[in-house]
């Protein structure tokens, strides 16, 4: 099992930053691919960010890519996206997911491919 607690997320204005934190339970948690997913208000939830467990291969949504960073730190069992230059449009529920890989350069797309979800975060941007 594997749980999952996000945190960073808040109210910030358009064209700033954040810095969303995952953090997870278990021994494994490095053979773990990674990826944040969010949901807006009336839309379904889409994938955002993913990176593999060796940390090797990341992958973006066209919508974030060159203003988000994913990134994990294997010894303090944290996955993070860094959000810049925020847009109205970013604002939503983030939530990370979590699921064992076998390949350490593999990154998952679909929320179906996730097995462990943390509860969400709020991003709020005001414009």
């Known amino acids: 099992q594997v749980q999952l607690v996000e945190s960073g997320g808040g109210l910030v204005q358009a064209g700033g930053s954040l810095r969303l934190s995952c953090a997870a339970s278990?021994?494994?948690?490095?053979?773990?691919?990674m990826g944040w997913f969010r949901q807006a208000p009336g839309k379904e939830r889409e994938f955002a960010a993913a990176?593999?467990?060796?940390?090797?291969?990341?992958s973006y949504a066209d919508s974030v890519k060159g203003r988000f960073t994913i990134s994990r730190d294997n010894a303090k069992n944290t996955v993070y996206l860094q959000m810049n230059s925020l847009k109205a449009e970013d604002a939503a529920v983030y939530y990370c997911?979590?699921?064992?890989?076998?390949?350490?350069?593999?990154?998952?797309?679909?929320?179906?491919?996730?097995?462990?979800w943390g509860q969400g975060t709020q991003v709020t941007v005001s414009s």
């Open positions: 997911a979590a699921r064992a890989s076998g390949y350490s350069g593999s990154v998952y797309y679909t929320g179906s491919e996730y097995t462990y």
């Open positions: 278990g021994r494994t948690f490095s053979r773990y691919a």
């Open positions: 990176i593999s467990w060796s940390g090797r291969s990341t």
